[in-house]
Nanobody
Framework: QVQLVESGGGLVQPGGSLRLPCAASESTFNFNASGWYRQAPGKQRELVAVITLGISTNYADSVEPRFTISKDIAKRTVSLQMNSLKPEDTAVYYC???????????WGQGTQVTVSS
C-alpha cells in the first residue's frame, strides 16, 4: 500500500507563502501523475495542480501563476509552492498519485491551509 504524507500546512496572512511537500513511500517513477487537490468547506474537491512522469505540469486557472508544482525524484517528494495566497485558497489540501501499471489512485491524509488576517 502506497503511503503519501503531506506537511507544511498552517495559518498564513493574505499575500503570504506556504510550501506543501508530499513524501511518497516508493519511487515517483511508479506514478504517471502526481499532484494536489483541495476541498474548501461546503465545496467539492477540485484539482489544483498536477505533474506527470514526463515533468509536464497543469494548473487550475484560479492558482496559476501563483502556485508551482515540482518533483524531487531522489527524495520521492512532490511539492506545491504557494505564493500570493488569498483567503479563497483556504481549504484542506490533498496529495494524490496515480500508479502507472494499475491506474489506482492513492491519497494523502490532507493538510489544512488557512489564509486569514
Amino acid at each position: 500500500q502506497v503511503q503519501l504524507v503531506e506537511s507544511g500546512g498552517g495559518l498564513v496572512q493574505p499575500g503570504g507563502s506556504l510550501r506543501l511537500p508530499c513524501a511518497a513511500s516508493e519511487s515517483t517513477f511508479n506514478f504517471n501523475a502526481s499532484g494536489w487537490y483541495r476541498q474548501a468547506p461546503g465545496k467539492q474537491r477540485e484539482l489544483v495542480a498536477v505533474i506527470t512522469l514526463g515533468i509536464s505540469t497543469n494548473y487550475a486557472d484560479s492558482v496559476e501563476p501563483r502556485f508551482t508544482i515540482s518533483k524531487d525524484i531522489a527524495k520521492r517528494t512532490v511539492s506545491l509552492q504557494m505564493n500570493s495566497l488569498k483567503p479563497e485558497d483556504t481549504a484542506v489540501y490533498y496529495c494524490y498519485a496515480r500508479r502507472v501499471t494499475s491506474g489506482n489512485i492513492y491519497w494523502g491524509q490532507g493538510t489544512q491551509v488557512t489564509v486569514s488576517s
